[in-house]
């Protein structure tokens, strides 16, 4: 007997959820005939099921069978428990059929429902919302807060006058909440975001401003530094954010330099340069603990180097000399060991005392990943060395102990970029398969970058000649040899005419050419690859380089604004294609989320 009722329930079970699902695709396929057929049978089966009634209603409505539609309603408005929400959906019928009177009505007896019971307010006020009935939903939520002063649906309200445009009212209602404590700061910061932009001038940032301003007199709080802070940081007004965040580091008597350091990160990322260097200085100056004020130091170092010149390295070099005389050998300063070791190397062109340096620092007590930080460095300079041999065992020793981890798919792609280096371009390949599923895209999209390069110049070519030629340009750049990679492309570029290694060796100098400062030069190498290989898989990579060059070095805004909306329309798998969005949207003049 069991087992018969079991099997009923289980066929009126399935049935039913066919039934569901069926109703659900007719309606989203627009088949609405069919969708209510399904949708009757549902809400005659389960009528206290609302989500089968408002399916029902909304095919109905979409079949102009209004007077369908009201008559289902208002049988389920007789019902013993029926929720008036109803009465909005039975006002909404009548606003269809072009009846706003009967549909005031409606809406007005929903709102005497509030006074009969206040804690229908949300429910009701949700509705109203729901069908864009803004004045309503206010309506039902301030009289539900007046006849229980215990509810609080300032939330929705202050979302409700943004989308009716009153942005001051909303930005008081938000900030009341947060100076309350009802709500958090980063919430209040999403729904805030949607009516900022990048401008200062924009009349919704100003207003803000004023806001947070009028709040900072009245009730002085970091909050409200905080806040303003953000708001710098939107408009790229790092200096205004830093005087908002050296004011919260006093107040909170210089408990933590955290928020401090993530500007002027962000200030040398956007090239703010002197307010990076300003940061920075500040935070060498206050900092209370070794490694804050370390990292700052070498942060200043950074900002030397961009346009350092032979005095000025030498005088960096001092430095960083002081620096290890003050610190020493311990595992908690090995970024200075390690940025001392890069800065010889690649500044210097003296790669055996950085070498020495960082084998000491595999002497100290480091965990696993300590070790691993060390050992890619370490590396890395045996390949500026060509030491290629001794540079894969570190790499392939990260790769074993820390397999799963970033660390170790970085490993791997240095074993395959060194291989790569030194022609063994099978090994490369085989570690290359690998990194295509790394969690990390960019180690991704270089594995997959790399791999196409090794794998169509190949085929091509089975003496692999322009390939190693590649390679040697790729060394040559890697090892600050620019010049020299710039005209080992170019040999590329005259004797390897027509073949597949073409576009990459445009890009890869174009790029150089670019760090070189010669726009125009390097302008020309990506505008060949759009027109000679727009269907290629550098294309992509060309626009965006282009974009990037008109935004941020030739100031020709339009241009830039053309080739990143290239990447938006024609490589929507692009690796670029967020940020190409982001960047299209700014420069056209959009509030960024």
Same mark, same amino acid.
Not at 95 to 109: F, N, Q, S
Not at 272 to 283: L, P
Not at 415 to 441: I, N, P
Not at 503 to 517: C, F, S, T, V
């Given at each position: ?12 079970? $399935? ?32 009528? *206290? ?57 409606? /809406? ?28 309503? #939903? ?16 300032? /939330? ?17 209602? /938000? ?93 040398? +990322? ?6 990076? +260097? ?8 206050? #900092? ?8 700052? *130091? ?46 010889? $190397? ?25 070790? #691993? ?186 241009? #830039?604004?053309?080739?990143? +909306?290239?990447?938006?329309?024609? /490589? ?12 299209? *949207?700014?420069? *056209? ?5």
């Amino acid at each position: 007997m069991r087992l018969s009722l079991l099997f009923i329930f289980l066929v009126f079970f $399935t049935a039913g959820a066919q039934e569901d699902f069926l109703a659900k695709q007719y309606f989203n396929d627009g088949d609405f005939e069919k969708a209510v057929f399904y949708y009757e049978k549902l809400a005659a089966k389960n009528p *206290r099921r609302t989500d089968y009634s408002e399916g029902l209603v909304a095919s109905y409505q979409q079949l102009k069978r209004y007077d369908d539609a009201e008559k289902f309603l208002l049988n389920k408005v007789e019902e013993l428990h029926a929720y008036p929400t109803l009465l909005i959906d039975l006002g909404h019928n009548h606003t269809l059929k072009g009846e706003p009177k009967k549909a005031e009505e409606y /809406y007005e007896a929903a709102l005497a429902k509030i006074g009969e019971n206040p804690n229908f307010g949300y429910g009701i006020g949700y509705r109203f919302h729901e069908y864009t009935l803004l004045d309503w #939903a206010l309506r039902a939520y301030s009289m539900a807060m007046e006849l229980n002063p215990r509810l609080d649906y300032n /939330y929705q309200m202050a979302r409700i006058y943004g989308e009716q445009g009153n942005i001051e009212k909303m930005y008081v209602s /938000y900030l009341k909440l947060l100076s309350e404590g009802k709500t958090s700061k980063a919430s209040i910061l999403r729904n805030i975001d949607d009516f900022i932009s990048s401008d200062p001038e924009s009349p919704n940032n100003i207003l803000l401003k004023k806001t947070l301003l009028q709040n900072a007199q009245k009730n002085p709080s970091i909050l409200w530094n905080e806040l303003l802070s953000w708001l710098f940081v939107q408009q790229k007004q790092y200096s205004s954010a830093f005087r908002q965040e050296k004011a919260i580091y006093k107040r909170m008597n210089g408990s933590s330099m955290q928020r401090l350091e993530g500007l002027g990160n962000l200030a040398l +990322e956007e090239e703010d340069i002197e307010t990076a +260097e300003e940061i920075f200085s500040y935070i060498s100056e206050n #900092a209370n603990d070794e490694g804050t004020e370390l990292n700052a *130091r070498l942060n200043l170092i950074d900002i030397k180097l961009l346009n350092a010149d032979t005095k000025s390295l030498d005088a960096i070099e001092r430095e960083f000399e002081e620096l290890m005389g003050v610190h020493g050998y311990k595992t908690q300063t090995l970024q200075l060991q390690v940025a001392y070791a890069n800065f010889l $190397t690649f500044k210097r062109d003296r790669p055996e005392p950085a070498i020495t340096i960082l084998k000491n620092c595999l002497d100290l007590p480091l965990n696993s990943r300590g070790k #691993a930080f060390v050992k890619l460095a370490l590396g890395d300079i045996l390949v500026f060395d060509k030491r290629f041999n001794e540079a894969l065992i570190y790499f392939s020793q990260i790769q074993k102990e820390l397999k799963n981890d970033v660390l170790g798919q970085n490993a791997r792609f240095k074993v395959a970029q060194t291989s790569f280096y030194k022609g063994d371009f099978d090994w490369a390949l085989t570690q290359l398969k690998v990194l295509r599923s790394s969690t990390s895209q960019l180690i991704a999209n270089d594995a997959m970058q790399l791999s196409l390069l090794i794998s169509d110049n190949s085929l091509e070519d089975s003496t692999q000649t322009a390939l190693r030629k590649y390679a040697r340009a790729d060394l040559l750049a890697y090892q600050n040899k620019t010049k020299e990679a710039i005209a080992e492309l170019d040999d590329i570029l005259q004797n390897h005419k027509g073949e597949k290694i073409e576009d990459e060796a445009l890009l890869k100098q174009g790029e150089l050419l670019e760090g070189q400062n010669d726009y125009s030069a390097a302008e020309f190498n990506y505008l060949k690859i759009t027109e000679f290989y727009a269907d290629g898989i550098l294309a992509d990579d060309a626009h965006f380089a282009l974009a990037e060059l008109y935004r941020n070095k030739l100031d020709q805004p339009e241009k #830039a604004k053309a080739h990143y +909306e290239k990447i938006i329309y024609n /490589y929507q798998d692009s690796y670029y294609f967020p940020l190409a969005r982001k960047n299209f *949207r700014r420069l *056209r003049g959009d509030a960024i989320n």
